[in-house]
């Protein structure tokens, strides 16, 4: 069964704008969360990654926030740019989730 | 370049037809897997190998083999292609079990059984 949870199956945003993935997991001794981006044709890798002693880690306009009580982490992406267009995997220990197709409109 | 390579890219197959996807990686990492990826499945787990010698079953094993003879080699086998293995084939390695921070994803295998 599915580890972790991913929503949504699909984003839509304006250039400039905030795209948000959320991620939920049932498994608490799980002790790493990455973000994995997937460009078409190309396999993942890795964005940014967590652990859960921290409940958030910025990397440029990346961002993860960790609620350790709630079993959700979520993936920010702030000034959305055409670039960012890909898929979203987040994981932990080997499961992935089912992933976003993040579009972002220039 | 240091990576996972994969081969091929691109394969047909009829079904009943068997073949090998090839995986090797240049890491030196102990950990390797196969993930399939599928339209709103996302990554699942076929195979996956702790080091030479040792392998163990991942989340949909079923119609694959496995083998670790060497800590650069992992390749996958489809015994009797079906249409349901239609799918694109990813290798991943870590330099271990829990470094699962750590995939390397090869380029991946799209394969069609018709």
């Known amino acids: 069964q599915q580890q972790v949870k991913q929503s949504p199956q699909s984003l839509i945003v304006q250039k400039g704008g905030i795209s948000i993935i959320n991620c939920a997991y049932e498994?608490?001794?799980?002790?790493?969360f990455p973000w994995y981006q997937q460009f078409p044709g190309k396999g993942p890798a890795l964005l940014i990654a967590?652990?859960?002693?921290?409940s958030e880690k910025k990397e440029g306009r990346f961002t993860i926030s960790f609620n350790k009580s709630a079993k959700q982490f979520s993936l920010h992406i702030m000034d959305s740019q055409p670039g960012d267009s890909a898929t979203y995997f987040c994981?932990?220990?080997?499961?992935f989730g089912t992933g976003t197709r993040l579009k972002v409109l220039a | 370049n240091a990576g996972v390579t994969q081969t091929p890219k691109f394969q047909v197959l009829k079904t009943g037809q068997s073949m090998t996807l090839q995986c090797a990686q240049d890491?030196?990492?102990?950990?390797m897997s196969w993930y399939r990826q599928d339209p709103g499945m996302g990554l699942r787990l076929i195979h996956y190998?702790?080091?030479?010698?040792?392998?163990d079953q991942g989340e949909v094993p079923n119609g694959y083999n496995v083998s670790r003879s060497t800590t650069e080699d992992f390749p996958l086998r489809l015994l009797s292609a079906a249409p349901s293995q239609t799918s694109v084939y990813f290798c991943?390695?870590?330099?271990?079990?829990?470094?699962?921070?750590?995939?390397?994803f090869g380029s991946g295998t799209r394969l069609t059984v018709v």
């Open positions: 991943a390695s870590s330099y271990s079990e829990t470094a699962f921070f750590d995939i390397t």
């Open positions: 498994n608490t001794a799980f002790d790493y």
């Open positions: 967590i652990r859960p002693d921290v």
């Open positions: 994981a932990a220990r080997g499961s």
């Open positions: 890491m030196n990492h102990e950990y």
């Open positions: 190998s702790v080091g030479a010698g040792i392998t």
